[in-house]
C-alpha cells in the first residue's frame, strides 16, 4: 500500500492539510500524520476540531473524524523521536508539510530536527524521497526566500497555497480544492479536484 507522512504546522491554512489528509485517506493511501501543538491550535481556531489528549487518544479521535481505522492512519505526537518516521529504516513514498510554517521551514533547510515533523523531513531529505512543502506567509523577508531556495536546490517541491481564478471558484472549498489538487499532481496521484486549464472556458 502506497504511505506518505503528512505534517500540519502552525501556519494558517490547516483546511489544505485536512482537505488533503481527507482525500488520500478516501484514496487508499496509508497515512502517518504528526501535527505540532501550534498545529492544533490553528485547527482548533479556523476549523473548530478539537484532538486533545494523548497520542493514542488523538490517534483515535481522528481516525473516528475520518472513519479510517490505525491500520491506515498512524498519528504520532511532534515530541515522539522514536516514532517510525523518524527512522530511514521505514520505507514511505513521500512526505507533505501542510501547511508549512516560516519557522519548519527554517528548520529543515538548517538540519534543525527538534520535533517529528522536522526530523521525519530530515530523513524524506537524506533518503532522497519526495519532500513537498506548502508555505502559507505573506509577505515573505529574504530569510523565508533564502530558506525556501535552499530547499529548492536540495529537490524539494515548493507549493505555496496560490489558488489559481481561471477556474472560476464560488466557494472556499473550490480555493482548497485546487491547492490540494496540485499537490497530488506532483505526487502523481489522480485527481479531478479542479479543473484544468483546457476545460476552464
Aim: net charge neutral; hydrophobic share 40%.
Amino acid at each position: 500500500m502506497p504511505t506518505y507522512i503528512i505534517a500540519i504546522t502552525g501556519a494558517s491554512g490547516a483546511i489544505y492539510g485536512i482537505r488533503l489528509l481527507e482525500y488520500m485517506l478516501k484514496k487508499g493511501l496509508k497515512i502517518h500524520l504528526t501535527i505540532t501543538k501550534e498545529g492544533l491550535y490553528i485547527l482548533r481556531e479556523e476549523i473548530g476540531v478539537l484532538w486533545e489528549g494523548k497520542e493514542c487518544e488523538i490517534n483515535a479521535l481522528i481516525c473516528n473524524y475520518y472513519g479510517v481505522s490505525r491500520d491506515t492512519l498512524c498519528y504520532y505526537d511532534e515530541t515522539n523521536l522514536t516514532a517510525t518516521i523518524a527512522s530511514g529504516s521505514v520505507q514511505t513514498d513521500g512526505m507533505i508539510v501542510v501547511p508549512c510554517s516560516m519557522k519548519v521551514t527554517s528548520s529543515i533547510a538548517c538540519g534543525f530536527a527538534s520535533n517529528l515533523v522536522e526530523r521525519a523531513a530530515d530523513v524524506i531529505l537524506k533518503e532522497k524521497r519526495p519532500l513537498i512543502i506548502v508555505p502559507r506567509e505573506t509577505p515573505l523577508n529574504s530569510i523565508h526566500l533564502r530558506n525556501l531556495l535552499t530547499l529548492s536546490d536540495m529537490g524539494v517541491h515548493v507549493i505555496p497555497a496560490m489558488p489559481a481564478f481561471y477556474t472560476k471558484p464560488t466557494t472556499v472549498a473550490d480555493i482548497v480544492d485546487f491547492v490540494v489538487g496540485r499537490i497530488l499532481d506532483s505526487l502523481h496521484i489522480e485527481n479531478n479536484l479542479f479543473k484544468r486549464w483546457m476545460d476552464s472556458k
